[in-house]
């Protein structure tokens, strides 16, 4: 009995890290169609809570480390004055860290299924019930409760992200969000375990065998109806929907040039950045290429901005001697710290507008729970500019000659209501300005691809994303990956957007 269970708790643990190989990155996203089917096999047929919980956290620790595996990559830290140990030590303990919470919410999950399963009275007359309610408690758990700011929820392995390359299936996120593509997988998956279930899962009593209950049959055939009735739909709608939103050069097509500095993280987060340095790397790449706006990834000038005057004039001069308009991220006043912030600058034009980050990353940029923290961590948050980052009030879009842009940065691209909430106040073109040198691993950056592609989408917007050291691209209304940089190398990204004004059904009534 004790063997059985180690076995089936290896084979659970190993079909998570099977499911992780769907993530962008690896690329393998016909896995999230089938990759859920243990665990729901083994939420659907555990007798004890506790069975459940069990295995169900082992799936998702076991694909949160796979999928995340690239917080290791943040050593070495020997810029923040770690050392070879310390550094090593958070590494591991981040992606760990980050893999437990995030497996909670596959408990949460499990325990709500079981609960339902337990209470339901007739349940398979109402096995479409269950199950469409099941579904939309997975998308309340990981699409929504995960993503709450007060539970420091970063919502960076969901299952729909796989998809990201599949535009002829996802164009119906423009009307019900990317939750409407977990919605497909999830209950695709469903109906598969389902069918395992009924197939295998033969109860026996003494030497006679139960029959199948007919009705279990019947509710299978409907679900199985049903999404594939969806899938169809989705494929169809999508079809139409890529072909109605075409993305051409036209009159209104503005040309965008975007700064790829690959600065060391060293240099611009350690005690003291070489400002001359970063100014002349960017100088250099301003001074080789033309365009109606310039681009520099968060932090690209990572000084005390508002105060900075010698900074603000070279920027100045920059936007005078090319007659182009700037952003750049830097730093600015906030409350009495600094906020990670955006600035936008025109030639001749002594105003500068500020956006200021207002979703902070969790002991990135600042420490939770920190009477529990020992000393050396609480380094983790800090920069030149002091310990720790504000959250900022400043996030209106930015009135440019290209017409209204919205930012977000790092990230906040993550979030479909910030950038939901930037489109309703008029923002035309999506931005975003990234620093992801902080890891190594090329992962990070192509699943950071994924969520603008499904921002796009959403939306109907063109997205930017501004990234330090790559990936930098341009996306298009439709999700295409007009261009993309290649990651960690120096250069720039030159692309012409068409600022749009459509606002979506999700952008109207999104939740």
Same mark, same amino acid.
């Given at each position: 009995?004790l063997?059985? #269970? %180690?076995?089936?708790?290896?084979l659970i643990?190993l079909?998570?890290?099977?499911?992780?190989?769907?993530?962008?990155?690896?690329d @393998?996203?016909?896995?999230a169609?089938?990759?859920?089917v243990?665990l729901?096999?083994?939420?659907n047929?555990s007798k004890?809570?506790?069975?459940?919980?069990i %295995?169900?956290?082992?799936?998702?620790?076991a694909?949160?480390?796979?999928?995340?595996?690239w917080?290791? #990559?943040m050593?070495?830290?020997?810029?923040?004055?770690f050392?070879?140990f310390?550094?090593?030590?958070?590494s591991?303990?981040?992606?760990?860290v980050?893999?437990v919470?995030?497996?909670i919410f596959?408990?949460?999950? +499990?325990?709500s299924?079981?609960?339902?399963?337990?209470?339901?009275?007739?349940?398979?007359?109402?096995g479409?019930?269950n199950?469409?309610?099941?579904?939309?408690?997975w998308?309340?758990?990981f699409?929504k409760l995960s993503?709450?700011?007060?539970?420091?929820?970063v919502?960076w392995t969901?299952?729909e992200?796989?998809?990201?390359?599949n535009?002829y299936?996802?164009?119906?996120?423009?009307?019900?969000?990317?939750?409407s593509?977990?919605?497909?997988?999830?209950?695709f998956?469903?109906t598969?375990?389902d069918?395992?279930?009924?197939i295998?899962?033969?109860?026996?009593?003494?030497n006679r065998?139960?029959?199948?209950?007919?009705?279990?049959?019947?509710s299978?055939?409907?679900n #199985?109806? @049903?999404?594939?009735?969806?899938?169809?739909?989705?494929?169809?709608?999508s079809? %139409?929907?890529?072909w109605?939103?075409?993305?051409f050069? =036209?009159k209104k097509?503005?040309?965008?040039?975007?700064?790829?500095g690959?600065?060391?993280?060293?240099?611009?987060?350690?005690?003291?950045p070489?400002i001359?340095?970063i100014?002349?790397?960017?100088?250099k790449?301003?001074?080789?290429n033309? !365009?109606?706006?310039f681009?520099?990834?968060?932090?690209?000038?990572?000084?005390?901005?508002t105060?900075d005057?010698?900074?603000q004039?070279w920027?100045?001069?920059? +936007?005078?001697k090319k007659?182009?308009?700037?952003?750049?991220?830097?730093?600015c006043? =906030?409350?009495?710290?600094?906020?990670n912030?955006?600035?936008?600058?025109?030639?001749?034009?002594n105003?500068v !507008?500020?956006?200021?980050? +207002?979703?902070?990353?969790p002991?990135?940029?600042?420490l939770?729970l920190?009477?529990?923290l020992?000393?050396?961590?609480?380094? @983790?948050?800090?920069?030149s500019?002091?310990?720790g980052? =504000?959250?900022?009030?400043?996030?209106?879009?930015?009135?440019?000659?290209?017409g209204?842009?919205g930012l977000?940065? =790092?990230?906040?691209?993550?979030f479909p209501?910030?950038?939901r909430?930037s489109?309703?106040e008029g923002s035309?073109?999506?931005?975003n300005?990234?620093d992801?040198?902080?890891? +190594?691993?090329?992962?990070v950056k192509q699943q950071?691809?994924?969520?603008?592609?499904?921002?796009?989408?959403?939306n109907?917007?063109?997205?930017?994303? !501004?990234s330090?050291?790559?990936?930098?691209?341009?996306?298009?209304?439709?999700?295409?990956i007009?261009?993309?940089?290649?990651p960690?190398t120096?250069?720039?990204?030159?692309e012409?957007?068409?600022?749009? #004004?459509?606002?979506?059904?999700y952008?109207?009534?999104g939740?």
């Amino acid at each position: 009995m004790l063997r059985n #269970s %180690y076995l089936k708790a290896f084979l659970i643990f190993l079909s998570g890290l099977t499911l992780s190989l769907c993530a962008p990155g690896y690329d @393998l996203w016909f896995l999230a169609w089938i990759g859920l089917v243990p665990l729901f096999i083994i939420i659907n047929t555990s007798k004890k809570i506790n069975e459940s919980i069990i %295995y169900s956290f082992l799936f998702g620790l076991a694909y949160n480390l796979s999928y995340l595996h690239w917080l290791v #990559s943040m050593h070495p830290l020997y810029w923040m004055g770690f050392n070879d140990f310390q550094s090593i030590f958070i590494s591991i303990l981040a992606v760990v860290v980050v893999s437990v919470y995030n497996s909670i919410f596959f408990i949460l999950f +499990a325990v709500s299924v079981f609960l339902i399963k337990k209470f339901s009275l007739i349940p398979y007359k109402n096995g479409i019930l269950n199950s469409l309610i099941i579904t939309f408690i997975w998308l309340i758990i990981f699409n929504k409760l995960s993503a709450c700011k007060f539970l420091l929820g970063v919502p960076w392995t969901l299952v729909e992200y796989s998809q990201y390359k599949n535009l002829y299936l996802i164009q119906i996120a423009e009307y019900f969000g990317s939750l409407s593509i977990s919605f497909l997988i999830v209950f695709f998956n469903m109906t598969v375990a389902d069918f395992f279930i009924w197939i295998f899962n033969i109860e026996k009593i003494g030497n006679r065998y139960i029959p199948r209950d007919p009705g279990k049959l019947t509710s299978l055939l409907i679900n #199985s109806s @049903l999404i594939s009735g969806l899938i169809i739909f989705s494929i169809i709608t999508s079809l %139409y929907l890529y072909w109605k939103n075409p993305d051409f050069f =036209c009159k209104k097509s503005k040309v965008i040039c975007v700064l790829q500095g690959n600065l060391p993280i060293k240099n611009l987060r350690a005690g003291e950045p070489d400002i001359s340095l970063i100014k002349k790397t960017y100088e250099k790449l301003i001074n080789n290429n033309s !365009a109606v706006l310039f681009v520099a990834p968060e932090g690209s000038l990572p000084t005390a901005f508002t105060r900075d005057y010698a900074t603000q004039r070279w920027a100045r001069a920059q +936007a005078t001697k090319k007659q182009s308009e700037f952003i750049f991220g830097s730093y600015c006043d =906030c409350q009495k710290w600094f906020s990670n912030c955006a600035v936008y600058l025109k030639p001749q034009d002594n105003n500068v !507008a500020n956006y200021e980050k +207002a979703r902070l990353v969790p002991f990135g940029e600042f420490l939770p729970l920190t009477f529990i923290l020992p000393d050396f961590l609480k380094k @983790l948050a800090s920069s030149s500019l002091g310990e720790g980052l =504000c959250p900022g009030k400043k996030n209106a879009p930015f009135n440019t000659s290209l017409g209204k842009v919205g930012l977000t940065i =790092c990230f906040e691209l993550i979030f479909p209501s910030i950038v939901r909430k930037s489109i309703l106040e008029g923002s035309q073109i999506l931005l975003n300005l990234s620093d992801l040198s902080w890891f +190594a691993d090329v992962h990070v950056k192509q699943q950071f691809l994924a969520f603008a592609v499904f921002r796009a989408i959403e939306n109907r917007r063109p997205v930017i994303i !501004a990234s330090n050291s790559g990936i930098s691209a341009f996306v298009s209304p439709t999700g295409r990956i007009k261009s993309r940089s290649i990651p960690d190398t120096e250069g720039v990204l030159v692309e012409w957007v068409n600022p749009n #004004s459509k606002k979506t059904f999700y952008t109207k009534y999104g939740w």
